[in-house]
């Protein structure tokens, strides 16, 4: 604890300073990072300029993928600066606007994810209502009303995050979140983790649980359908939405899961898996819904055998 509070203007990245290969990781996060913008970025062209696609599963997968590129850009364009141009320092409210955005989408994620097994449950338990229940418009309008829930809690937390007083620019992580900013303040941080805490009590034992429940219930329903067809459709999507789900809370769990039996990470292995729980979930969700998406993978094979050879009269 300082006796003395300055105001910082701006933050040093130490996270990887104990590093010898940085430049090796530097270019692996590049790649990983070329490759989200890639995967969301085709699938965003690809549903918004066919008309056939603008349906309530597909504007969830959109809205998925957006957030998927504001979340893995917030901690990649940090993580790129620091170990391939080696510029360590980032200034105050680039810092904090860079928490916020990174927050938004980890919670984006958890909610976006949440609409889409919703989603995939009415479908298949109410398939003669669905059209009439789950609208474009209302779809927009979930999608709306969840973008409100994540700018609130942001609000609050980036609020508590600005009105903390800075001993030293240091932040010991690989870049700017909630916990490395508070960690950095002269403060007892203990205290400012509890909203955190309930938030993440939220996301794991409140949103985690019900989209388990409505796979259950789902795969419920798919035992007592009598069309095979049918039945294999239904298992391929239902799926594809596990794989993107498992991808992005399997980090999370195993995170959770070793601080409960008491494994004391230290700052390397806490740095790997807030990496791996970066940029992992937003590489696979765009390959998943590519190759196991019948819609989007047979655009994608029109897009690539669109040059054929026309015969010469």
């Known amino acids: 604890m300082a006796n003395e509070n300055y105001t910082v203007d701006s933050f040093v990245i130490t996270g990887f300073d104990h590093l010898s290969n940085q430049k090796l990781l530097g270019y692996l996060i590049l790649i990983t990072y070329t490759l989200i913008l890639l995967g969301n970025g085709i699938n965003l062209c690809i549903i918004l300029t066919d008309r056939h696609l603008h349906r309530p599963m597909y504007i969830l997968i959109c809205n998925l993928a957006v957030v998927d590129i504001m979340f893995s850009s917030t901690c990649s364009t940090t993580m790129i600066s620091v170990l391939l141009a080696e510029i360590k320092t980032v200034s105050y409210y680039s810092c904090i606007s860079r928490m916020y955005f990174y927050h938004l989408g980890d919670i984006k994620v958890c909610l976006a994810l949440s609409l889409m097994a919703l989603d995939r449950l009415l479908a298949i338990r109410l398939p003669l209502r669905y059209q009439s229940i789950v609208t474009n418009s209302r779809t927009f309008l979930l999608i709306l009303l969840t973008w409100l829930v994540g700018f609130i809690i942001m609000g609050v937390m980036t609020s508590t995050v600005d009105s903390l007083p800075y001993c030293q620019p240091i932040i010991r992580y690989v870049f700017c979140d909630y916990p490395s900013m508070v960690r950095a303040a002269c403060v007892n941080p203990e205290p400012y983790f509890f909203f955190p805490a309930m938030l993440n009590l939220w996301l794991m034992c409140g949103q985690f649980p019900f989209i388990l429940c409505t796979y259950a219930v789902l795969a419920y329903s ?92």
């Open 222 to 313: 798919v035992t007592k359908l009598s069309n095979n067809s049918s039945k294999k459709q239904m298992i391929n999507t239902c799926l594809s939405h596990l794989i993107v789900l498992f991808s992005f809370y399997a980090p999370k769990l195993v995170s959770n899961l070793l601080t409960r039996i008491g494994v004391v990470l230290n700052l390397t292995e806490r740095n790997a898996i807030l990496i791996v729980a970066s940029l992992v979930p937003s590489l696979i969700h765009p390959a998943v819904y590519s190759i196991r998406t019948k819609e989007i993978r047979k655009r994608l094979a029109n897009v690539f055998f669109l040059f054929q050879v026309v015969p010469i009269h």
